[in-house]
């Protein structure tokens, strides 16, 4: 998301969709030319994973982008292996992984 966009800004569009059960989940790279210690912290309080800021290094933004990636995929299976685990430890024994 760029913070600076027309109707709502990136801090605005963040906090929905992180506010969303159905969109919560959604891994937010924000893009901006605000650099000030208080906009970092903004973002980050509105639920961003990753801030960076213009002009945007293409190398640098394609690394973060597959860090964030690698990082959803680490997430997801660590919740499937949990959901795995609690239905080993009660009474409807193990469930196999979700995909």
């Given at each position: 998301l760029d913070v600076m966009m027309p109707k709502l800004?990136?801090?605005e569009v963040c906090k929905k969709?992180?506010?969303n059960p159905a969109t919560q989940d959604i891994m937010i790279l924000m893009v901006t030319a605000l650099n000030e210690p208080g906009d970092i912290e903004r973002g980050v309080l509105c639920g961003c994973d990753d801030f960076l800021s213009k002009p945007v290094n293409k190398t640098e933004l394609l690394k973060r982008v597959e860090n964030m990636l690698k990082l959803r995929f680490v997430t997801d299976e660590l919740e499937r292996l949990r959901s795995y685990i609690d239905g080993m430890e009660d009474d409807t024994g193990p469930?196999?992984?979700r995909e």
């Open positions: 800004s990136g801090f969709l992180k506010n469930q196999p992984p």
